[in-house]
């Protein structure tokens, strides 16, 4: 399985980004998938989750401002983040687990849940 994050990049509170994963060699019926952020010296934290039935869950953080779709057909997993922060500074991994995060979704926003990580892709937001 791989996965190949796209879309990261510099700006200004209030800024809007729109993040890409690219998964090659992942079952996306079957598993949950997931957006996390990590700034050094600090624990990776859950930002959103998708199960296989596109049910969605999200950080308190960010709840009502970024998005988490999966296209099947593009085999690709994206996170639309609106009215960015300085505070959304981070890198930003996609990640898919084996396991599906069907009856409690909120599980896929726990990290150790996950088997599959991307690179990252960096997001800055400036004040």
């Known amino acids: 399985v791989q996965l190949v994050e796209s879309g990261g990049g510099s700006v200004q509170a209030g800024g809007s980004l729109r993040l890409s994963c690219v998964v090659s060699?992942?079952?996306?019926?079957?598993?949950?998938m997931g957006w996390f952020r990590q700034v050094p010296g600090k624990e990776r934290e859950g930002v959103a989750t998708?199960?296989?039935?596109?049910?969605?869950a999200y950080s308190n953080a960010v709840k009502g401002r970024f998005t988490i779709s999966k296209d099947t057909a593009k085999n690709t997993l994206n996170l639309q983040m609106i009215n960015l922060k300085p505070e959304d500074t981070a890198m930003y991994y996609c990640?898919?687990?084996?396991?599906?995060?069907?009856?409690?979704?909120?599980?896929?926003?726990?990290?150790?849940?996950?088997?599959?990580w991307g690179q990252g892709t960096q997001v800055t937001v400036s004040s």
């Open positions: 990640a898919v687990s084996q396991s599906d995060c069907l009856f409690r979704v909120a599980t896929g926003l726990r990290p150790a849940f996950y088997d599959y």
């Open positions: 060699g992942y079952a996306y019926s079957t598993g949950c």
């Open positions: 998708i199960n296989s039935g596109g049910t969605t």
